[in-house]
């Protein structure tokens, strides 16, 4: 993780705020390719995919914080098992929305 989003995870700000930041920082360096960032369970099928994980401290709190996964990748399919509110997820890049069974996305190449 570079020093940029080190820097914004360790904001006082609202976590809805940071990982759209951080999804905006991402896709601003890597144009092709889709970002996921998200706290719920999940399940994901990706291609061509860099992988980490980010902790983003919990206001007002020494030691708590919010682990987040995030993904950088060319394609595949992404379903959120968990909460669905936007302070749990953001993502970016070429993607549609599919199923009637929860929150189910396919991304192709951007």
Known sequence: MDEYLQNLC???RPKEEIIKMI???L???HPDYNVMIV??????SLKQCQHFH?????PQSASSTYGYEVYVFKRGHFI???NTDRENFCYSG???????NGFQL?????
């Open 94 to 100: 070429n993607c549609r929305r599919y199923g009637n």
């Open 23 to 25: 999804v905006r920082h």
């Open 10 to 12: 360790a904001q006082d």
């Open 54 to 58: 980010i902790e983003i401290p919990v």
């Open 106 to 110: 396919k991304f192709s190449k951007p």
């Open 80 to 82: 959120l098992i968990g």
């Open 27 to 29: 896709r601003r360096d």
């Open 39 to 44: 706290h719920s369970a999940h399940m994901q």
